[in-house]
């Protein structure tokens, strides 16, 4: 059976095995571990996450890709569903990992996905075009450092662990690749309201040229906050700022 990528649901299926494996490779695991794997469109990467101490569970959209898995890979579960619209934790029963070469119209959506359940995913290794890679893993005064930035790493160990050219894939896409992983850090909650920590992050960015009090308008309403941070542009604040930001509201809207 031959599957075709299909433009509408952004595939690009990887044909160098030596990627697939340094992704599978870049998986740290301790006994066994559940993982799952989104979007694993003829199984590149599928074939190398096959083995006992891997629990793993796969989510395709494409129905011809799900009858190739099943044909090809009569162990692996695959649900022929959208990731985005399951309850992740239902998924397995504990926690899991994830991983993927992630279709690139989805690719921020599931990191959105990942921090909605941080409580239950221990890491992620996965494929995004290359700008989404390294937006994820930039740190403060850059100008790549945004919204996922701050979010992932409130919560994670992040790393860029390497570039993966066009010619790659099938068929090539316009743009590099990035691999990372992410890693669940020690911090189980934030030491604030961590609904108006989102809000604020996301306020604060939409608005990337303004200082944070302006940005914060709508919020603040007509509370004067006098506070150095609130001075600052969005990539000159560190988590830890957003977090001290989000307290200072938290007080005076309350």
Known sequence: ????PKKYLGQHFLLDNTVSQRIAEAIKIENKVNLLEIGPGTGALTQFLMGESINLIAYELDKESTIYLNENFPKLTVHNQDILKIEWKSIFNGNFSVTGNFPYNISSQIMFKIYENRDIIDQMVGMFQKEVAERICSSTGTKKYGILSVLIQAFYNVDYLFTVNEDAFNPPPKVKSGVIR??????IKLDCDEKLFFRVVKAIFNQRRKMARNSLKSMLGDLKIDHVLLTKRPEQLSVENFI???KLLESEIK
């Open 1 to 4: 059976m031959n599957v075709k």
């Open 182 to 187: 992410i890693e669940r850090n020690d911090v």
């Open 244 to 246: 001290e930001i989000t």
